[in-house]
């Protein structure tokens, strides 16, 4: 399980830094950037729904003081349409359940790929993001949130285990999102 | 020495499968057989569940069709709670489910044509996958890209408006529906700024069908022949004859245009639906069952529609489906590739439809549910954009679900699906020693136009890509892909 400073969060891969966003990086006395989170998966499948739990739970918190600056939105997968939803945005941060044996979550850069893995009816982070590059020339700074799941039967909830990786995940993001100023603890481009 | 070849797993349809295709000793193709390697286990898992519960925890199955099963388990629980079928529903209900539906196929079939076929017919089956993208659309016809991201969006909005909600939907409830759609919504899918509007959505459908007509005529031979083969077409169809995705009455056409299904009632599908098992596919294989297995396979989905249907009731797309008729002279249309065609009829018919329901006031009435005598067993069936989807329940006094039988869409297509890799395999992979490209795009291109989801057939989590491995006589394998 992952604690705050696990490193494959903090230190992500060289090449998985995210693109350059059109606007610049935030200062401190500025207008914070516009940030969409974005949440996928099947809540219906155990913990495959962990990234729309995060974003439910984002999104209630976010309610609770003025951050307009916040947009919270989720589906079962990501497809072409959220390309128009990346495109009004300067950070795109999206949360997803991971089959890979992370410690806990992982956050990393995304940049656009044109090598689209959209071998299926969904579509891939990546390949969002470079079709929003290709139709509406946006380039959002772009992060992937992964939290580890263990089960993916059709039975509802979470197991106890993807809960407390989700825990993690949104104790380390929230900061991000209620003072973006901050930063997040990857390179940018 | 014989030999075969598999491949596994497909991509850009669900689920998880394999291709296995056999050489005999002359390196003639034997036998082709689409695998289903995935095990279904969601009929157990309602069982025990709360029969009101169904609409909501059926969408567990699928992130793909979730609005169908949706409705077909609200059709079946409406029979439960004494609301009828289809038509038992109060005007409010019904109009808004009708919503609903055309929102899902509008944006199903739009992600189907732009996303998955229009690639293989830009730039051709056999280009290479990494150009063969949505991305790659872009490059060759902006417009085209632009238009299938509003179309996606719009139907996406129509579910949302409907449902109540993206994800796990709620807004059909046995014997109605939750909500009705507000003035304000009206006004913002009706009229909203250009192009997020009805009107332009039946321009972005048309103008789809023009791109798949200029195709057309130019590539005919190609799409005429592909994996074109006779068989049996079944859906619904409204009473009338006319096509209809929501309710009506299950009709079977030969290849010939007979009747072979006399527009039953679909509570009474079982005396006319069988379900075959083969040991080598988890996935079933249904029937007609007075023809028998051998015989009396068919086809589901938007060709087998267009094959069933005695008319389309909106105008454009009646007009397009006369064209469409007349490539055959009014008998059933038996080419596969064709099934793109009546897809983007399908599509303009929805936007029609979506159009028509949204200037229609029952949609503001408050009139939601219907309550009647409690039933033990209800069946609900729809036009999933894929196809002919079945829910069956039956329900115990304390009104815990205790027997469900699904048969979805792609199960339905299970036989074609596996004559159309057969037709494939035959054409491409006679004599072969090793698979190129584009014998593994080929038999993608064949299986991608029944639109599959196997992951709803399989009830299995998770998305699936594509395998090949070619076996000889004896059972060794000479080679093997995987994408």
Known sequence: MSSRSAPDRASPEADSAPPEADSAPPEADSAPPRILVYGYGNPGRQDDGAGVLLVEELA????????????????????????????????????????????????????????????????????VLALSAELYGARPAAYLLSMRGYRWEPNGALTREARKNLEDAKAFITPFLDRPAVGLPVPSA | MSRKIVIEPVT??????????????????????????????????????????APVLVQRLCGICPVSHHLAAAKAMDVIVGAGTGDGLTPTAEKMRRLMHYGQIFQSHSLHFFHLASPDLLFG??????????????????????????????????????????????????????KNLSLAERDVLLKGPRPMNADAMVQFA???????????????????????????????????????????????????????????????????????????????????????????????????RLNTADFIPSPLAQKEFEGFKNVTGGKPNNMCLHTHWARLIETLHAAEMIRELLNDGDLQGTDLMVRGKREAEGVGIIEAPRGTLFHHYRVSPEDQIVMANLIVSTTNNNEPMNRSVNHVAKALMTGAKEITEGMMNGVEVAIRAYDPCLSCATHAYGSMALSLTLYDASGDVIAQRTR
């Open chain 1, 60 to 127: 209630a918190w976010a309610r609770s003081g003025e951050r307009p600056w916040l947009t919270f939105d989720s589906n079962y997968q990501l497809n072409a349409e959220d390309a128009l939803a990346a495109a009004d945005q300067d950070v795109v941060i999206f949360a997803d359940a991971s089959r890979d044996q992370l410690e806990g979550f992982r956050l990393r850069g995304l940049q656009p790929s044109a090598a689209v893995s959209f071998s299926t009816h969904a579509m891939s982070p990546e390949s």
């Open chain 2, 12 to 53: 850009r349809v669900e689920g998880h499968g394999k291709v296995t295709i056999h050489l005999n000793d002359a390196g003639e193709v034997e036998q082709s057989r689409l695998h289903i390697v995935e095990f279904r286990g969601f009929e157990r898992f309602v069982q025990g569940r709360p029969y009101w519960e």
């Open chain 2, 125 to 178: 089956y056999d280009s290479p996958p990494e150009t063969r993208n949505i991305i790659g659309v872009i490059a060759a016809n902006r417009e085209l890209a632009t238009q299938a991201v509003l179309m996606r969006k719009y139907g996406q909005e129509i579910i949302a408006a409907t449902a109540g909600k993206k994800i796990h939907g709620t807004g059909a409830v046995p014997g109605g529906i939750n």
């Open chain 2, 206 to 304: 048309q103008g789809a069908l023009e791109f798949f007509k200029n195709y057309y005529s130019k590539h005919k031979s190609f799409i005429d022949t592909f994996s074109s083969f006779p068989s049996n077409h079944l859906s619904l169809v409204r009473p009338d004859g006319a096509l209809d995705f929501y309710d009506g009455v299950l009709r079977a056409v030969d290849a010939d245009g007979r009747k072979i299904l006399h527009d039953v009632e679909c509570q009474d599908y079982l005396a006319h639906i069988r379900e075959e098992v083969r040991s080598w596919s988890y996935m079933k294989f249904p029937y007609l069952r007075h023809l028998g297995p051998d015989t009396g396979w068919y086809r589901v989905g938007p060709l087998a």
